[in-house]
């Protein structure tokens, strides 16, 4: 190729992450389930990080997050039931509690010291459980600036997987041009100065009106890799939305929503035609994306002013912890 060629053929660099690549995925929450999947005292088994797990409650209704696979022979614990609140593996019989450790063997041998599952830290939060990749999570999950026990939540699963890993997703929040573009809304300020970011997060205040000229004021942002947050008013009504991923393998993504508004006694049928309204309006935004997400190949390349936001958060991707110690137990 000429050096006149090779000016006129833009550079297109390598994506920022790939989740799944050497065997690492990045240090972050994953929504693993809604929390109406799983009830007190059950379990039900779940892809994730390309591999099994499953999502056991104690009798008391605490949910944590375990490998799927027996540390005895490998059987899958998705086959086993509940004893005495411990599952059972369907092959013999061995027994394991909610902390993952072996509580009996069906022989009757001694537990060896290795006949443990892998616990992940495990939150519950806006309707779903999260597992976070890794042995203790480095940051935590954030609230909405209004009191828990005054909020009326919505949840609810897209029925449709995404063919891209969450942060690709994700990435939607800092490109300002698409908010631009895809979903109308014009900025009083582009906010690239305003951002702020931390190594797990990046928020922002954004300030404009829609295409119906509708003012907007709202806080958005990203935390970890695989988590949308937002808050503000809509015809002076606050409400909050979170649209957590889950990541069942390399470059597949599930993706949830959750809407909280204010609880009005008084009028509890204006609350829940707000909660409905609401959550239509955001699964419409986040959907608007879906068609373009699904058929991307995320490389990017020719950057301009516009991009600012969105090329900072590329590099934080780049610099994301990455580590993968379920692996053997997972998969």
Known sequence: MSSAAQMLTPRRSLAPLKEGEDGLF?????AVCLSTDVESGGFAGFDFLGGRVIVMRDSDGRASVLSAYCPHLGADLCGGEMVDGALRCPFHHWRYGPDGKCVSTGS???I??????????TVEKYGFVFAFNGTEPSFELPDLPRAPEG??????EWNIRMPVDPWVICCNTPDMQHINVVHGITFDREPHDLVQWTDHSMLYTLQGANR??????????IFGTSLYWQHGELGGRWFGFVAPMGLPRPGESRLFFAVAVEDDPADPDGTRAFLDAMYDLEVHIATEDLPIVEHARFRPGTLTKSDRSLARFLQYLREFPRDHPSATFIS
């Open 26 to 30: 990045t240090q972050s929450w994953f």
């Open 108 to 110: 009757g041998d001694p």
């Open 112 to 121: 060896p010291p290795t006949a443990k599952l892998f616990r992940f830290p």
């Open 151 to 156: 909020l009326v939540w919505k949840v609810g």
């Open 212 to 221: 119906e000229g509708l003012r907007l004021e709202f806080e958005v942002g």
